[in-house]
């Protein structure tokens, strides 16, 4: 069913039977508000719903598969064995651990097959780099899934195989930049500040390379247009076929808000942890304003780091 029809219905829902939000304060209204819907949410890759499906949702998550930091969220329909949260590098590897251990008797290529045993071990060693120990994320078990899974490899030489995905994940070829900002893009709320995390497949270098100064239009309209106080961005790509890279940027029209994170990123602890080495960028600086002329000439700030490659979203999101 698609996303946009369940949460019509649960909004349907909520208006006739109360907010499940308010009823989330007491266990038995929540349970008594899943049942009238016969909705069960689950969660995998990650354990937190966004903002907007937050309230519409939350009180249907009956199960969460995930290897993030658990945000604690759920806990009166989700506990105990339906709540599936543990460090690995790749969450495919939770997942097909949970279908192993449920399914004694099963026959676990029979039920895969060629095409989807493939697919896991592509998402293996995209996840773990090719379980590079530099990275860091790489378990036990991303090991035992990915030898049950190995012999479904494309290339049976996984150094070669690892290069070919990472360049077909970094192809954007039909993509705009605007387009790109949202193809792999996560929101999150702190403290009342709202702020999307976008993930791309292209240097910040390569980005202003395409858009020249409209980059920063660019990423005005995408903050205002999406409700946003700051938009954190990381990037990840390979520079003439070398080693994978990757690059963080600060976008806000908020200069304080700017000042702000910008200097907890910059401690010494933070900047030793995520690598963070200062950006410039030939004509821009590493950190400075940008007068948008089509919107008032209002003063647009950002900032720009070299940033380990073994930083993601989930590593810097508690510094944000």
Known sequence: VPIDKIVAFASASDSNHNNAETDSKNDDAVCDHRRRL??????????????ELDAKLGAFVTRIVDHHKDEGKYTQTCSGDQRTITVVGSNICLLVDHILQSNADIDIHA???????????ALILLDTSNFDAGVGKTTALDLAIYKLFARYALNQDSKQWFAQL?????????????????????????????FGIPAIPMSLENAIDAENEKLFEIMYRFQTERKLQLVPMLTVFQHNGGAAQRQFALFTDNQ?????VGTALSTDQNRAMLGLQALQIAGYKHKHQ????????????????????????KKVLPIL
């Not at 039920?111 to 071990?121: K, S």
């Open 38 to 51: 016969n909705l069960n949410v689950h969660l995998v890759d990650h354990n937190a719903l966004c903002i």
């Open 111 to 121: 039920a895969i097959g060629d095409t989807f045993g493939a697919l896991i071990a």
């Open 166 to 194: 990472l360049a077909l994940r970094s192809n954007c070829d039909g993509f705009t930049f605007e387009e790109l900002l949202v193809k792999d893009l996560k929101v999150f709320e702190e403290n009342g500040v709202v």
């Open 256 to 260: 304080l808000l700017l000042e702000h």
């Open 290 to 313: 940008f007068v948008l002329n089509k919107f008032g000439n209002k003063p647009f700030f950002y900032q720009w780091w070299n940033i380990s490659i073994s930083v993601s979203r």
